[in-house]
């Protein structure tokens, strides 16, 4: 079946520091791809998405490409905040029945120190 | 406004008791879903509505029900609370298949 796989974190940078979200795919049609944040307490947003290959998901800063080659979408950030502190799942959408759910990855905490 | 809303935010209960929580959303999508976060914070679908019928029924068990009396609702009645039932439930709509999904606050579920 259809999984996400991203890497385990936490993440802890410091303020101004690149960052990177590694996160792999399989699927068994052509998915969407997507990744969302959450802050604490708070519900899942829609952070950016793609739905083709080579096609670049970007927002606030982040940004992500579909890569069908290596099965993969790695979120990626030139100089984080603060303010984004949170955790970070990386999901997709199948084709199919798998159309009207979202695979999640299992998230990845990402700290930011001042 | 708020999308996607839930009640209550949060519901502490004792086990073997009946509860439900309601969901509504504003944005007039047709798609509605249930999502269960454990405490690791892995998230899972529990069950896809569309257009008011049963899309997707990820082996739930059966003392979970969902109920969608109109497009613009999902609520879901849990029977027979168990101590594994606490977790956070999201709520969430689309405009059809997926393309992009919104979610509610959630509402943590504690079982005592």
């Known amino acids: 079946g259809d999984s996400v796989t991203q890497m385990e974190g936490p993440v802890t940078l410091s303020e101004e520091a690149f960052l990177t979200i590694n996160c792999t795919y399989t699927?068994?049609?052509?998915?969407?791809l997507f990744w969302y944040v959450q802050y604490p307490g708070e519900g899942l947003q829609l952070l950016l998405k793609a739905t083709k290959a080579d096609d670049k998901g970007s927002n606030k800063g982040f940004e992500a490409t579909y890569r069908k080659e290596t099965t993969s979408f790695h979120l990626e950030k030139g100089s984080v905040q603060v303010s984004d502190s949170a955790v970070y799942f990386c999901a997709l959408s199948d084709q199919g029945d798998s159309s009207y759910k979202l695979i999640f990855g299992s998230g990845t905490r990402l700290l930011v120190r001042p | 406004d708020t999308a996607v809303s839930q009640t209550p935010k949060y519901l502490v209960t004792q086990m073997g008791n009946d509860k439900s929580i309601k969901c509504e959303q504003n944005?007039?999508?047709?798609?509605m879903y249930w999502y269960k976060q454990d405490s690791k914070k892995f998230l899972k679908i529990m069950f896809s509505y569309n257009n008011k019928e049963l899309i997707i029924n990820e082996t739930v068990p059966n003392r979970f029900s969902p109920k969608s009396p109109d497009k613009a609702h999902l609520n879901l009645h849990i029977n027979s609370l168990e101590l594994g039932d606490s977790a956070v439930y999201f709520c969430a709509s689309s405009r059809g298949e997926i393309t992009e999904a919104f979610f509610g606050q959630g509402t943590r579920l504690t079982v005592v």
């Open positions: 944005l007039g999508h047709d798609t």
């Open positions: 699927a068994t049609g052509y998915p969407s």
